[in-house]
């Protein structure tokens, strides 16, 4: 069974920085593209971003609302995939789940999610 | 970017009923469609992929079915487990793009 565990959200201020992590295991993790998703409180589900797998050269993709702000990369040694997350809004608040994706397929599992919160 | 739009935004049923779910793409996305179920407060469920491919230990009752811009997701027997908001994503283009979700409730 593979497993997605997220951790790293918190409360930050205006302005600041934040990494997130997720741990996968029970998986091949390195044939996986990883991908970010987060949810604003009662709000829909948005794509932050991808880090794609080795054979894909680990290239990563960015939402336009995130772009040059945030960054995904990923340690495949560690089976673990990371957000850095910079000049953060108050729009940036929301449940950030973290999803592996096999290519062809996507988000085939989900973390449980990590509530940032930005707000002074 | 390639918008998703669903409908019905909301939708009321009894345990039992058939319930068809419609998604709509601004452009082709051929099959690159998957859809996805949430309840309140939990991580989004993967329910099918390609359209019309069911993930791994996802019941029969769900099945979807479209190509190029239109896309459905039917539940073929309502079940009380399965009052929920129910989302579709493209992933053809990026970014990807959601659909602003449908929430089936109890009528």
């Known amino acids: 069974e593979v497993q997605v565990v997220e951790s790293g959200g918190h409360l930050v201020q205006p302005g600041g920085s934040l990494r997130l992590s997720c741990a996968v295991s029970g998986s091949t993790f390195s044939d996986h593209h990883m991908d970010w998703v987060r949810q604003a409180p009662g709000k829909g589900l948005e794509w932050v971003g991808r880090v794609r797998n080795k054979i894909n050269s680990y290239t990563t993709e960015y939402a336009a609302s995130v772009k040059g702000r945030f960054t995904v990369s990923r340690d495949d040694s560690k089976n673990s995939v990371w957000l850095q997350m910079s000049s953060l809004k108050s729009d940036d608040t929301a449940v950030y789940y973290c999803a592996t994706s096999y290519p062809g397929s996507i988000f085939d599992n989900w973390g449980q999610g990590t509530l940032v919160t930005v707000s002074s | 970017d390639t918008q998703m739009t669903q409908s019905p935004s909301s939708l009321s049923a009894s345990v039992g009923d058939r319930v068809t779910i419609t998604c709509r793409a601004s452009?082709?996305?051929?099959?690159?469609l998957a859809w996805f179920q949430q309840k309140p407060g939990k991580a989004p469920k993967s329910l099918i992929y390609?359209?019309?491919n069911l993930y791994s230990g996802v019941p029969s009752k769900f099945s979807g079915s479209g190509s190029g811009t239109d896309f459905t997701l039917t539940i073929s027997s309502l079940q009380p487990e399965d009052f929920a908001t129910y989302y579709c994503?493209?992933?053809?283009?990026?970014?990807?793009?959601f659909g602003p979700g449908t929430k089936v409730d109890i009528k």
């Open positions: 452009q082709d996305i051929s099959n690159s």
């Open positions: 390609a359209a019309s």
């Open positions: 994503q493209q992933y053809k283009t990026y970014p990807f793009t």
